[in-house]
């Protein structure tokens, strides 16, 4: 018998910093993704994503969804033009944004410790998915913890694993120290996708993009030009 030896797959790691409420993370994922589908049979992918903070002032208890962006963009007429285009390009990649449905604006922390520790366990990807939906796409009060509660349960997680995991300050913690760091590692705006510890991409870049990054991982063949990005300023996401 003649055993055929299989070439093996090169490892691609892709840690991507990003925030539940930025819409561009969500659309950026989606093209991330495809461009992931696209190569499986070349590379295995390991995609784990970090915690990032667009507003970090934000009380826990949230504030009203239209009353915060209002504050941020003064005329209703430009934020419709906003939700617009956003809505358009999230259509194009399969996403349903209804930004005029949010109840609330969030502060994110605790929905990253759900995410570490859902990381920790080995469903943070189908996480992810869930929390961007129940933001944007059916919106809901991700400030209730009876919320989370409700969407931790199909994952087998009881309302005290929830609570407990929510109330645990060392993880809190932890999670306020790995977004620091990116931000001294001068990450101002997400999404900001780092691959294999090396490169780095910056915005919801497109599948083509993606695919030239994995396929070279050279620097020079990364795009210079700016991308769409949620940014600490205010001044680019919803």
């Known amino acids: 018998m003649i055993m055929e ?15 539940v409420v930025c819409p561009w993370c969500y ?100 996480l992810t998915k869930v929390l961007f939906e129940a933001y944007m796409v059916k919106p809901k009060d991700l400030s209730d913890i009876n919320t989370l509660v409700a969407i931790m349960q199909p994952f087998g997680w009881s309302e005290s694993k929830t609570r407990g995991i929510l109330n645990d300050q060392t993880r809190v913690e932890a999670i306020k120290a790995e977004i620091k760091n990116y931000q001294q590692l001068g990450i101002s705006g997400v999404p900001f996708f780092i691959i294999n510890n090396k490169y780095g991409v910056s ?14 991982l050279k620097p020079e063949d990364f795009p210079t030009e700016e991308a769409n990005i949620c940014s600490t300023d205010g001044n680019d996401c919803l």
């Open 27 to 126: 659309i950026g994922k989606k093209r991330l993704e495809t461009a992931v589908d696209q190569l499986q049979s070349e590379y295995n992918f390991d995609i784990t994503f970090r915690p990032f903070q667009l507003d970090p002032t934000i009380p826990s208890a949230g504030v009203d969804y239209k009353t915060h962006l209002a504050s941020k963009f003064g005329s209703e007429d430009q934020l419709v033009q906003i939700f617009q285009r956003v809505e358009t390009i999230g259509e194009s990649v399969g996403i349903d944004f209804k930004f005029r449905e949010i109840p609330k604006a969030i502060n994110t922390l605790p929905l990253h410790v759900l995410l570490k520790a859902a990381e920790e366990e080995g469903f943070q990807p189908e």
């Open 203 to 216: 915005g919801a870049q497109t599948t083509e993009t993606f695919l030239s990054a994995f396929q070279s």
């Open 5 to 19: 030896t299989l070439p093996i797959k090169k490892k691609i790691t892709i840690d991507v910093v990003s925030d």
